[in-house]
């Protein structure tokens, strides 16, 4: 899973700022959830 891209018609990709920042955002909150989790492991 990674965050959305908007690809071209001239066929170049390239990431909206603002999902990136939001995917960030989630996946930052995601490890700080994890780390206060016990391991499961």
């Known amino acids: 899973m990674g ?3 908007v690809k ?3 066929g170049s990709v390239r990431y909206q700022v603002g999902t990136i920042r ?3 955002e989630e ?3 995601s490890h ?3 780390r206060k ?3 499961n492991k």
């Open 3 to 5: 965050p959305k891209y």
């Open 8 to 10: 071209f018609k001239n």
């Open 22 to 24: 939001k995917w960030i």
């Open 27 to 29: 996946q930052t909150v």
């Open 32 to 34: 700080t959830t994890q």
């Open 37 to 39: 989790l016990p391991n």
